[in-house]
Nanobody, 115 residues
Framework: QVQLVESGGGLVQAGGSLRLSCAAS????????MGWHRQAPGKQRELVAS???????NYADSVKGRFTISRENGKNTVYLQMNSLKPEDTADYYC?????????WGKGTLVTVSS
Protein backbone atom coordinates (compact mmCIF):
# COMPACT_ATOMS: atom_id res chain seq x y z
CA GLN A 1 0.00 0.00 0.00
CA VAL A 2 1.27 3.44 -0.94
CA GLN A 3 0.16 6.55 0.90
CA LEU A 4 0.48 9.97 -0.67
CA VAL A 5 0.12 13.24 1.21
CA GLU A 6 -0.16 16.53 -0.62
CA SER A 7 0.66 19.92 0.83
CA GLY A 8 1.30 23.47 -0.31
CA GLY A 9 -2.12 24.52 -1.52
CA GLY A 10 -3.68 27.81 -0.58
CA LEU A 11 -5.01 31.15 -1.77
CA VAL A 12 -2.93 33.17 -4.20
CA GLN A 13 -3.54 36.14 -6.46
CA ALA A 14 -3.49 35.77 -10.22
CA GLY A 15 0.07 35.91 -11.49
CA GLY A 16 1.43 34.43 -8.29
CA SER A 17 3.18 31.14 -7.59
CA LEU A 18 2.74 28.09 -5.41
CA ARG A 19 4.71 24.91 -4.95
CA LEU A 20 2.83 21.73 -4.17
CA SER A 21 4.52 18.76 -2.54
CA CYS A 22 3.54 15.12 -2.54
CA ALA A 23 5.21 12.96 0.08
CA ALA A 24 5.05 9.19 -0.46
CA SER A 25 5.14 6.58 2.28
CA UNK A 26 7.55 4.44 0.30
CA UNK A 27 10.32 4.85 -2.19
CA UNK A 28 9.20 6.74 -5.27
CA UNK A 29 12.02 5.14 -7.21
CA UNK A 30 9.79 2.06 -7.46
CA UNK A 31 6.94 4.04 -8.98
CA UNK A 32 6.49 3.80 -12.73
CA UNK A 33 4.85 7.21 -12.99
CA MET A 34 3.96 9.96 -10.57
CA GLY A 35 1.55 12.68 -11.47
CA TRP A 36 -0.48 15.67 -10.49
CA HIS A 37 -4.14 15.94 -11.40
CA ARG A 38 -6.75 18.56 -10.66
CA GLN A 39 -10.49 18.75 -10.38
CA ALA A 40 -12.44 21.98 -10.49
CA PRO A 41 -16.04 22.16 -9.22
CA GLY A 42 -18.39 20.58 -11.72
CA LYS A 43 -15.58 19.31 -13.91
CA GLN A 44 -13.84 16.01 -14.43
CA ARG A 45 -10.46 15.30 -12.93
CA GLU A 46 -7.71 16.01 -15.44
CA LEU A 47 -4.02 15.24 -15.66
CA VAL A 48 -1.86 18.30 -15.09
CA ALA A 49 1.63 16.83 -15.21
CA SER A 50 3.43 13.52 -14.86
CA UNK A 51 6.96 12.25 -14.48
CA UNK A 52 8.22 8.75 -15.14
CA UNK A 53 10.84 6.79 -13.25
CA UNK A 54 13.26 7.77 -15.97
CA UNK A 55 12.48 11.44 -15.60
CA UNK A 56 10.34 11.92 -18.70
CA UNK A 57 7.77 14.65 -18.10
CA ASN A 58 4.41 15.37 -19.67
CA TYR A 59 2.16 18.40 -19.26
CA ALA A 60 -1.37 19.43 -20.10
CA ASP A 61 -1.40 22.08 -22.80
CA SER A 62 -3.08 24.52 -20.42
CA VAL A 63 -0.09 24.53 -18.04
CA LYS A 64 2.88 24.15 -20.38
CA GLY A 65 5.47 26.82 -19.73
CA ARG A 66 3.93 27.71 -16.36
CA PHE A 67 4.06 24.51 -14.28
CA THR A 68 7.04 22.25 -13.61
CA ILE A 69 6.93 18.77 -12.11
CA SER A 70 10.02 17.39 -10.41
CA ARG A 71 11.00 14.62 -8.05
CA GLU A 72 13.42 14.31 -5.16
CA ASN A 73 14.03 10.60 -4.72
CA GLY A 74 15.96 10.99 -1.47
CA LYS A 75 12.92 12.58 0.15
CA ASN A 76 10.35 10.41 -1.65
CA THR A 77 8.67 13.60 -2.73
CA VAL A 78 7.29 14.97 -5.98
CA TYR A 79 6.76 18.67 -6.50
CA LEU A 80 4.62 20.82 -8.75
CA GLN A 81 5.93 24.35 -9.15
CA MET A 82 3.12 26.54 -10.41
CA ASN A 83 3.92 29.99 -11.78
CA SER A 84 1.83 32.67 -13.47
CA LEU A 85 -1.28 31.24 -11.87
CA LYS A 86 -4.65 32.04 -13.39
CA PRO A 87 -8.14 31.94 -11.85
CA GLU A 88 -8.90 28.95 -14.08
CA ASP A 89 -6.18 27.01 -12.23
CA THR A 90 -8.43 26.97 -9.17
CA ALA A 91 -9.09 23.33 -8.24
CA ASP A 92 -8.35 20.51 -5.88
CA TYR A 93 -4.95 19.11 -6.81
CA TYR A 94 -4.26 15.41 -6.36
CA CYS A 95 -1.04 13.46 -6.43
CA UNK A 96 -0.97 10.01 -7.99
CA UNK A 97 1.48 7.15 -8.20
CA UNK A 98 1.41 4.16 -10.53
CA UNK A 99 3.13 0.92 -9.63
CA UNK A 100 2.57 -2.58 -11.03
CA UNK A 101 -0.59 -1.38 -12.79
CA UNK A 102 -2.16 0.03 -9.64
CA UNK A 103 -2.85 3.74 -9.26
CA UNK A 104 -2.69 5.32 -5.83
CA TRP A 105 -4.16 8.71 -4.93
CA GLY A 106 -3.63 11.31 -2.29
CA LYS A 107 -6.51 13.17 -0.67
CA GLY A 108 -5.77 16.43 -2.42
CA THR A 109 -4.90 20.01 -1.63
CA LEU A 110 -6.98 23.03 -2.61
CA VAL A 111 -5.54 25.79 -4.77
CA THR A 112 -7.56 28.97 -5.13
CA VAL A 113 -6.44 31.72 -7.50
CA SER A 114 -8.16 35.07 -7.08
CA SER A 115 -8.50 37.57 -9.92
Amino acid sequence: QVQLVESGGGLVQAGGSLRLSCAASGSIVSMDVMGWHRQAPGKQRELVASITRGGYTNYADSVKGRFTISRENGKNTVYLQMNSLKPEDTADYYCSADRYGIKYWGKGTLVTVSS
